[in-house]
């Protein structure tokens, strides 16, 4: 194998490799980052991963209440995972990564990033009010960016299937 052949092979791999992080939050903007990074993946190569965070849960009297607690939200995680795969692969053609982690939601997307190197881009869809982009993407942006060693797509969180469709 010759040079370039082997260097067209290695950027095959890469794109192949390269793994679009989506993290699945209950606001209204997810939807378009994850047909955002489902597109890309599509058209461009790779895979999508779906990061669900549960927050702990809160102090409770009985600990019997609080683990039965713990795995309800686990179980529902994995139900809402579940549909968004099936729909990341009508899109991609391939099934999506699911991560499930527990504590916060900053600190575990950054110590995702971290642990795995496969993850290669970070999608985020940006608020559509006047509050800001959200609190995830103003921290990741903001005070915690010398922590995101990954490029970040940062998508309007008001675009169309359509728009999506002409950018990707």
Do not use: N
Not at 123 to 133: D, N, R, Y
């Amino acid at each position: 194998m010759t040079g370039s052949e082997e260097a067209a092979a290695a950027a095959t791999k890469a794109k192949r490799d390269r793994v679009f992080l989506v993290v699945v939050d209950d606001s209204a903007e997810q939807a378009v980052a994850l047909r955002y990074a489902c597109l890309r993946a599509r058209k461009g190569g790779g895979r999508v991963a779906l990061l669900r965070v549960l927050e702990p849960v809160g102090l409770v009297e009985w600990a019997g209440v609080g683990v039965m607690m713990q795995e309800e939200r686990r179980a529902e995680a994995e139900r809402l995972l579940a549909g968004l795969a099936s729909h990341v692969s009508e899109i991609t053609g391939g099934m999506p990564m699911l991560i499930i982690r527990e504590g916060e939601a900053r600190e575990e997307l950054l110590a995702l990033i971290e642990e795995d190197p496969r993850i290669s881009i970070l999608v985020l869809a940006m608020a559509t009010g006047s509050g800001g982009p959200g609190p995830l993407i103003a921290a990741l942006t903001g005070r915690h960016a010398s922590r995101v060693k990954i490029p970040m797509a940062l998508v309007p969180g008001g675009m169309t299937e359509q728009e999506l469709d002409r950018v990707t």
